[in-house]
């Protein structure tokens, strides 16, 4: 049996005491990535900057429910956006979702 301290530290952070809120968070974070409509926009938002207008027509939705999913990925730094002018364009936070795409892609593909 290994030690502690021979654990990596991916193993280490499943060994620690988590606190409810932060497990709550992290619950939340699972729960708007699986909603296939979100992953959908931050893969459109992998490929390049967007608009809510852009993204609405790539997706053939409306531009409230495109805001509605927008709006939570947000609150969840999965995204970033930028004003000019009267828009607002929408692009990924590379370094988490790249991350969190690669280790889901890994599960599901074995």
């Known amino acids: ?3 502690i301290t021979e654990k990596t530290n991916d193993e280490h952070a499943l060994a620690i005491a988590i606190d409810d809120e932060t497990l709550v968070l992290l619950a ?3 729960k708007m990535l699986s909603d296939p409509t979100r992953l959908k926009i931050l893969n459109a938002l992998a ?3 967007q608009s809510v207008g852009d ?3 790539r997706m053939h939705m409306s531009l409230p429910a495109i805001s509605y999913h927008l709006k939570y ?3 969840l730094r999965l995204i970033r956006s930028r004003r000019n002018g009267k828009g607002v ?5 590379k370094r988490i979702v790249y991350y969190l795409f ?3 892609l890994d599960c599901v593909k074995g």
């Open 102 to 104: 690669n280790i889901g």
């Open 47 to 49: 490929l390049h900057e």
């Open 55 to 57: 993204i609405s027509r």
């Open 28 to 30: 939340g974070l699972f």
């Open 73 to 75: 990925l947000r609150i």
């Open 1 to 3: 049996m290994e030690s």
């Open 89 to 93: 364009f929408y692009s990924v936070n």
